[in-house]
C-alpha cells in the first residue's frame, strides 16, 4: 500500500499530526485510502492522478485545522459523484457524520453540472438566459444556505475545493474557465466573505480576475508591485518605529503591514475612477495587540506620535454586523505620508482571516478535543444568520432578479427551526409552533397542546418557554410541540398558520366528521366548538360556499368584508366600502349579504391593488413588471396615470399574492427601484368615495 504514495499524503499527515490524536490520524489515512483506491487509474485534466485533487483540498482544510471527519470527507469528497463507491458505502464505514458532508457537497456538484454552457458548446451559443442562470444560481444559494446551517464542514469544504478547482483551472477550456471564474465572484468569493474566510475569498477574487481578465490582472498586479517595492523600506522603518513605542508602554504588539490585493484595488478603481497606485489604502498597517484596552492605547499612542488625519473608525465600540472589531485611524507618518492602521486583538484577527474556521483553530491552538459541527451550528446560529442576512449585499450579479429573488427567498421569507433532535425544518417567516407541528406529523397537529421554544437571550445564554399558538417562530428556535390526546383541531387555528399544507391538513381534519372515519381523532361530540368562531362559510342553500374575491375593490386580509350570495354556491367577497356592493345591496332586499371573516374563506390567492408614486421614466412600467417578476409576485393589470409638468407619475399595479405572501417585503423592494418615491396600498380603488367633510 506504501507503494507510489503521493507527497501529498505525507504532507496533509504531517500537517494534521499537528493537531489530531493517533485514532483521528488513522481515521484520516483510512478515508485516503478508500478514495484513492475508488479514483485509482483516473487522471485529471491536467495529467495528474485524480487522488491528487481530493489530497489537495484536504490540505486547505487542514490549514484552517478542521477536524477529521472534516478531513476525511475531503479526502472522500468526489467518490460519490465520479466513482462506484457509493454514500451508503461511506456510512457504513464511516458514520453518518461523514457521509452528510459529502453528499451535501455532492448536491452542489450536481446543481453546477445542470448549468448549461458550462461544457463543450461554443461560447454565445446556447448559453443559458440570464433567467436559467438566475434560477441556478439561487438554487445554488438555496442549497448553501441549508447545508451551512446543518454543517458548516459542508460549506468549508465546498470552498476549499473550489479553491483548489481554480488553482488548477489553466487545463481547463476557455469557456469552462469562464463560466467557473464568473460564477466564483458571484456566489462563492461573496460567502467566503459573508461567513468570515477574508484569505480564501481573496485568493478566489484574484484568481477569478485573473481568468476573465488576463490583461487587466498583470496590469494592476504590475503596479500594485511596483508599489511595494518604492515604499517598503518606508513601511518597514513605519512598523518597527510603531513597535519600538509601543513597547515603550508596556504593550507587546505585533505590527506589520500589508499589500491591497489586485480585485480589490481593480474594484475600488472601477467605482471610484481613482487610478489604482493613487487609492490611500495600497499600503495599510496592522497593530495586533492581545486585548481590547491595549487596542485603545495604541490608537493613543499612535495618535500622540503622529497627526491624525480626520477619520478614526471605533468598530469595536460599534462593530459591524458581521462582529468585526477594530480600530481604524489614518496619520501623517514618518515623512509626512499618510498611513493608514487598523488596530485590533490577535483573536480578531484570526477571526478576521479564517471567520467560521476559526473555531477549529482556536480549538487546535488550545489543545482541546474536536468535536462536530451540531454544536456549532446551534450556538453560532444567530451569529451565522447575521453574516448571512447582508450577504446578499455582496453578492455583484448582473441578473438583477436574483437578487430579489435571493432577498424574497432566503432571507426575507424563510426561516429555520430545530427540532429537539437538532434537525432542521425551513418555513415561511412568521409560521408558528402549530404550522412547525403539522411540518412535523399530522397527529402532532391535530393534537396540539402548545409548544416550548429554546431561542437565545441577548447575552447567548438559553432560555426556554413556552409559547401561545400564535408566536410567530425566528431562526434558531429549537421548537418542541406539546400534544395532548384529548385536543382536537379548532377553525380558529385557521387563522395561525401560514403554510398551505397546514391549512389543507387541518381543513381536512374539520371537515363534518361522519362516523369514526377519521380513526386518530378522539371522536367526542363537534358540537363542542364555540358557536362564535366562524365555520368554513356555507351559502345559503346550506352548502359549502364557492368564495370569489371581487375584482372591484380588491377585497384584501384583514379588510372588513362581506359575502353576496350568487347563483349555485357562489359568494363573492366585497370589501364594506365597495362601491359595486352598494349598488347591488341597493337593489336586492336588505339582508341579503354575509358577513364574512377572512378565517372562513381563507382563498389559497388573493388580488391587491398598489399604488406605485415616481419619476416617470422610460421603461419605469417595465422595470416595475420585471421587480415582481422577480418576486414571484404574478401582476395581472396595472395602470399608469402621469402627471404632468413634473414628469411624475402614479402607477397602480394589480398583483396576485399568495395568502400567506407579505406584501410589506414586496413595497420594500418597490421602494429601492430608481425613480421610485413611495409605494402603498391602494385602498381606495373600487371604494366609495370618502365622505369629505360630510
Ligand atoms: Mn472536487
Not at 66 to 92: F, S
Not at 347 to 360: F, K, L
Not at 522 to 534: G, R, V
Request: hydrophobic share 40%; aromatic share 6%.
Amino acid at each position: 500500500m506504501d507503494q507510489g504514495e503521493p507527497a501529498g499524503l505525507h504532507a496533509l499527515l504531517g500537517m494534521c499530526g499537528a493537531y489530531m490524536s493517533a485514532a483521528d490520524l488513522a481515521l484520516v489515512q483510512t478515508a485516503y485510502t478508500v478514495a484513492a483506491q475508488a479514483h485509482r487509474g483516473v487522471l485529471r485534466v491536467s495529467g495528474e492522478p485524480f487522488i491528487e485533487h481530493p489530497l489537495a483540498v484536504a490540505r486547505i482544510l487542514a490549514s484552517l485545522a478542521i477536524d477529521a471527519a472534516g478531513i476525511a470527507a475531503a479526502l472522500l469528497h468526489d467518490t460519490v459523484e465520479d466513482t462506484h463507491y457509493t454514500l451508503d458505502e461511506i456510512k457504513a464505514r464511516f458514520g453518518p457524520d461523514i457521509a452528510e458532508i459529502v453528499d451535501g457537497v455532492t448536491k452542489f456538484s450536481l446543481v453546477e453540472l445542470a448549468e448549461p454552457g458550462s461544457g463543450t458548446t461554443a461560447p454565445g451559443d446556447g448559453r443559458p438566459t440570464s433567467e436559467q442562470r438566475a434560477r441556478l444560481q439561487q438554487e445554488t444559494v438555496r442549497k448553501l444556505m441549508l447545508a451551512m446551517l446543518r454543517d458548516p464542514r459542508v460549506v468549508l469544504l465546498k470552498l476549499a475545493d473550489r479553491l483548489h478547482n481554480l488553482r488548477t483551472l489553466a487545463s481547463m477550456s476557455a469557456a469552462q474557465r469562464a463560466v467557473k471564474a464568473r460564477e466564483t465572484l458571484e456566489i462563492y468569493a461573496p460567502l467566503a466573505g459573508r461567513i468570515g474566510m477574508q484569505l480564501i475569498k481573496a485568493e478566489l477574487e484574484d484568481l477569478a480576475f485573473f481568468y476573465l481578465q488576463p490583461e487587466e490582472f498583470a496590469r494592476v498586479n504590475r503596479l500594485l508591485e511596483k508599489e511595494a517595492h518604492s515604499r517598503q523600506a518606508w513601511a518597514e522603518r513605519v512598523c518597527e518605529h510603531v513597535k519600538r513605542q509601543l513597547a515603550e508602554d508596556g504593550i507587546s504588539a505585533a505590527v506589520n503591514w500589508r499589500l491591497k490585493r489586485p480585485y480589490r484595488a481593480y474594484l475600488e478603481t472601477q467605482q471610484s475612477g481613482i487610478r489604482e497606485e493613487m487609492l490611500h489604502d495600497v499600503i495599510a498597517f496592522r497593530v495586533l495587540v492581545n486585548t481590547q484596552p491595549e487596542c485603545y492605547a495604541a490608537l493613543g499612542r499612535i495618535h500622540h506620535l503622529w497627526h491624525h488625519l480626520d477619520r478614526i473608525r471605533d468598530y469595536i465600540a460599534n462593530p459591524k454586523v458581521n462582529g468585526y472589531r477594530s480600530l481604524h485611524t489614518a496619520v501623517l507618518a514618518l515623512d509626512h505620508r499618510v498611513a493608514l492602521f487598523h488596530i485590533r486583538t490577535h483573536e480578531v484577527h484570526r477571526w478576521v482571516q479564517h471567520g467560521v474556521a476559526s473555531h477549529w483553530l482556536e480549538r487546535a491552538a488550545r489543545g482541546e478535543p474536536l468535536d462536530g459541527a451540531t454544536r456549532l451550528a446551534l450556538d453560532g446560529l444567530s451569529a451565522w444568520v447575521a453574516q448571512l442576512d447582508s450577504w446578499h449585499r455582496d453578492l455583484r450579479l448582473s441578473a438583477d432578479d436574483f437578487v430579489n429573488a435571493l432577498k424574497s427567498d432566503v432571507f426575507e421569507d424563510q426561516i429555520f427551526v430545530f427540532t429537539p433532535k437538532g434537525h432542521i425544518q425551513d418555513l415561511p417567516a412568521a409560521s408558528t409552533p402549530l404550522d412547525f407541528a403539522y411540518r412535523i406529523h399530522t397527529a402532532l397537529g391535530d393534537h396540539f397542546a402548545g409548544a416550548r421554544v429554546q431561542t437565545r437571550g441577548p447575552d447567548g445564554t438559553p432560555l426556554a418557554r413556552e409559547v401561545s399558538v400564535d408566536y410567530a417562530l425566528k431562526t434558531g428556535d429549537v421548537v418542541q410541540i406539546l400534544t395532548d390526546p384529548n385536543a382536537h383541531p379548532r377553525y380558529e387555528w385557521l387563522a395561525h398558520l401560514r403554510t398551505r399544507s397546514a391549512r389543507e391538513k387541518l381543513m381536512r381534519a374539520l371537515r363534518p366528521r361522519e362516523g369514526t372515519e377519521h380513526g386518530h381523532l378522539p371522536d367526542e361530540p363537534s358540537a363542542e366548538t364555540e358557536p362564535d368562531i366562524p365555520g368554513p362559510l356555507l351559502h345559503p342553500s346550506g352548502k359549502p360556499a364557492l368564495v370569489r374575491l371581487g375584482r372591484c375593490c380588491y377585497p384584501c386580509p384583514g379588510d372588513e368584508i362581506v359575502g353576496v350570495p350568487g347563483r349555485g354556491r357562489l359568494v363573492t367577497i366585497h370589501r364594506d366600502c365597495c362601491r359595486v356592493l352598494r349598488r347591488t345591496l341597493a337593489k336586492r332586499q336588505q339582508g341579503a349579504a354575509l358577513r364574512v371573516d377572512w378565517r372562513a374563506i381563507s382563498p389559497a390567492t388573493y388580488r391587491a391593488a398598489i399604488a406605485v408614486y415616481g419619476q416617470d421614466h422610460a421603461g419605469f412600467m417595465h422595470e416595475l413588471a420585471e421587480c415582481a417578476r422577480g418576486q414571484g409576485i404574478n401582476l395581472t393589470g396595472s395602470s399608469a396615470q402621469a402627471i404632468q409638468d413634473r414628469n411624475k407619475a402614479i402607477v397602480t399595479l394589480i398583483c396576485a399574492f399568495p395568502l400567506n405572501a407579505r406584501p410589506e417585503a414586496f413595497f420594500r423592494r418597490l421602494r429601492t427601484l430608481p425613480g421610485v418615491t413611495w409605494v402603498e396600498r391602494n385602498t381606495q380603488i373600487g371604494c366609495i368615495e370618502p365622505q369629505a367633510g360630510a
